[in-house]
C-alpha cells in the first residue's frame, strides 16, 4: 500500500513571507494524482491544488504552487505572500484513478501564519 | 449549495449505542467514501462505494456498516459505539473520472462515554 510521509507536524511563517509544506509518498505505479488539502480552524476540508504524475509541469494555483520531483517521489506545497486565512492544517494526498480512487492521507502539518 | 451534506454536526453517545451518519451529495459523484480523522494521525478510509449498490471495506471498517441504495446518499453506521470510536468523521464524494480530488462534508464530531 501507498504510504504518505509530512515529517513536519508544525510550522510557522510570518504574514507576506512564503512558506514550504513538505510532503513524500511511496509508490510502484506511474500513474496516479497527488493533492494538498486544507483544513482550517472550522473544520471544512478545502481541496488547495491537484497534481497529475504524468505532467511534468508543477501545478499552480494563486499564491499556492508545488514542487514534483516525481524521481524522488516528493511533493511540497509552496505558499507565497502568506496570509493569516493560510493558518490552517495541511494534508498531503495520494490517489490512484483506478482501485476507486481511494486517497492515503498524510498525517498533516499545521500551519500558523503569524501578523 | 451543491455539495455534500453531513449530519449531524455532533454527538454524544454512550458506549453500546447505535447510531447512524447521513451524508447526502448532490453532484451526481459516483464515488463515495468515509474517513475517520484521530489527533496526529491524519484521515483513514473507514469504507467506499464507486456506485450505488456497490460498497467495499477501507483500512479501518471494523465496527462500521454502510450501504448505498442510490447515488445520493451513503449513510455510515455505527453498530456498538465504542470510546474508541470517538472521533471526527468526514464524508467525500468525487466523479468516477479523471480524480479531480474530493469535495468533503462538513464533518461530525462524535463522542463516545
Known amino acids: 500500500a501507498q504510504t504518505v510521509t509530512q515529517s513536519q507536524p508544525e510550522m510557522s511563517v510570518q504574514e507576506a513571507e512564503t512558506v514550504t509544506l513538505s510532503c513524500t509518498y511511496d509508490?510502484?505505479?506511474?500513474?496516479?494524482?497527488l493533492f494538498w488539502y486544507k483544513q482550517p480552524p472550522s473544520r471544512q476540508m478545502i481541496l488547495v491544488i491537484r497534481q497529475e504524475a504524468y505532467k511534468q509541469q508543477n501545478a499552480t494555483e494563486n499564491r499556492f504552487s508545488v514542487n514534483f520531483q516525481k524521481a524522488a517521489k516528493s511533493f511540497s506545497l509552496k505558499i507565497s505572500d502568506s496570509q493569516l486565512g493560510d493558518t490552517a492544517m495541511y494534508f498531503c494526498?495520494?490517489?490512484?484513478?483506478?482501485?476507486?480512487?481511494?486517497?492515503?492521507f498524510g498525517d498533516g502539518t499545521t500551519l500558523t501564519v503569524k501578523p | 449549495n451543491a455539495g455534500v451534506t453531513q449530519t449531524p454536526k455532533f454527538q454524544v453517545l454512550k458506549t453500546g449505542q447505535s447510531m447512524t451518519l447521513q451524508c447526502a451529495q448532490d453532484?451526481?459523484?459516483?464515488?463515495m467514501s468515509w474517513y475517520r480523522q484521530d489527533p496526529g494521525m491524519g484521515l483513514r478510509l473507514i469504507h467506499y462505494s464507486v456506485g450505488a449498490g456497490i460498497t467495499d471495506q477501507g483500512e479501518v471498517p471494523n465496527g462500521y456498516n454502510v450501504s448505498r441504495s442510490t447515488t445520493e446518499d451513503f449513510p455510515l453506521r455505527l453498530l456498538s459505539a465504542a470510546p474508541s470510536q470517538t472521533s471526527v468523521y468526514f464524508c467525500a464524494s468525487r466523479e468516477s473520472g479523471r480524480n479531480y480530488g474530493y469535495t468533503f462534508g462538513s464533518g461530525t464530531r462524535l463522542t463516545v462515554v
Open positions: 453532484m451526481n459523484h459516483e464515488y
Open positions: 509508490t510502484s505505479e506511474n500513474n496516479y494524482y
Open positions: 494526498a495520494f490517489s490512484y484513478n483506478t482501485n476507486a480512487g481511494k486517497s492515503t
